[in-house]
């Protein structure tokens, strides 16, 4: 099987395909952040919506929220 000709170019090209992919990423973030869709789900369980809290969580409080909820699935479980 023949190597992909863009993994090829990115190989070749390190910083221009890092820089590629920051700037993709953030207009991706951005695009999704401005549409309103920030939904999280844990083993298919709602635990954040930004339509519903009107805000997105900071990083410590989502991990709180996913640690909360792997807590009760253990305890479920037991």
């Not at 700037?23 to 844990?42: C, D, K, P, R, Y």
């Not at 298919?44 to 909820?69: A, C, T, Y």
Request: proline residues 5%; glycine residues 4%.
């Amino acid at each position: 099987m023949q190597t992909p000709s863009m993994f090829t170019w990115a190989t070749s090209n390190k910083i221009y395909s890092c820089m590629m992919v920051f700037f993709l990423s953030n207009a991706l973030e951005g695009h999704m952040i401005s549409t309103g869709a920030f939904e999280v789900t844990f083993n298919d369980v709602p635990v954040w919506s930004k339509l519903e809290n009107g805000r997105i969580p900071s990083p410590s409080e989502m991990f709180q929220i996913i640690d909360n909820h792997m807590r009760l699935h253990k305890d479920d479980l037991a």
